[in-house]
């Protein structure tokens, strides 16, 4: 089936550490997002890709790192300079750039907790 | 920051119409306006969306004002299954998400 798998489910980072979280799609979508949603709040757009080898910052950036070498795998670091990271977070991805009539589909999240 | 403003929570009664506003004073000619819902720990689902015209689906009815300036998602008959946080969106280039509406639906 297609979508959007993100793993794992929960995480737990211990201070200083840097962590990786996963996300991967077989849409064949060249648009992928991430955001990351503190308790009962919305959501917050942290890094997005519009074509492989190529992301923007969002609004939170600072902390995290991304790559995009695949246009299935966009992959988020939480570094060690993220000093709140405790939070869901939510990978996405849309379908060719330039279409803002497609839709976001949405993967089902990481549980990133501090020990 | 997101361009779209809504209110923090309604209320609604089980089997009766729910209408939710949306305003996007700054929306661009091209902005589709998307509607998502989350439902608790789980990723948005897509809903509905329009550019001009109002749309309807199995989901729910998408009105749009003829400024573009506001739009309301209306669920005809609310169930318990529809409470959740609502997101409208303006669909460009980065996707910024608002805090949403919270449904709560009493039965």
């Known amino acids: 089936d297609g979508g959007i798998t993100q793993s794992p489910k929960y995480l737990f980072r211990k201070e200083g550490q840097n962590v990786t979280l996963s996300c991967e799609q077989n849409?064949?979508?060249?648009?992928m997002y991430w955001y990351r949603q503190d308790p009962g709040q919305g959501l917050r757009l942290i890094y997005y890709?519009?074509?492989?080898?190529?992301?923007q910052k969002g609004d939170i950036a600072e902390g995290y790192s991304v790559s995009r070498e695949k246009k299935e795998s966009f992959p988020l670091t939480v570094t060690s300079a993220q000093k709140n990271p405790t939070a869901f977070y939510l990978c996405?991805?849309?379908?060719?750039?330039?279409?803002?009539?497609?839709?976001?589909?949405f993967g089902s999240g990481t549980q990133l907790s501090v020990l | 920051d997101a361009k779209t403003t809504q209110p923090n929570s309604m209320e609604s009664n089980e089997e009766e119409p729910v209408h939710l506003p949306c305003n996007h004073s700054?929306?661009?000619?091209?902005?589709?306006i998307h509607w998502y819902r989350q439902l608790p720990s789980q990723g948005p689902e897509y809903v509905i969306h329009?550019?001009?015209s109002n749309v309807n689906n199995r989901m729910a009815s998408l009105a749009i004002a003829e400024d573009r300036k506001s739009s309301t998602l209306i669920l005809h008959r609310a169930t318990l299954r529809d409470a959740a946080v609502y997101y409208c969106?303006?669909?460009?280039?980065?996707?910024?998400f608002g805090a949403g509406t919270r449904l709560t639906v009493k039965p």
């Open positions: 996405a991805s849309s379908a060719p750039t330039g279409g803002s009539n497609e839709k976001l589909f």
């Open positions: 849409l064949n979508h060249d648009a």
């Open positions: 890709s519009q074509i492989v080898n190529d992301f």
């Open positions: 700054t929306i661009s000619g091209t902005d589709y």
């Open positions: 329009g550019l001009t």
């Open positions: 969106i303006l669909n460009n280039n980065d996707m910024r």
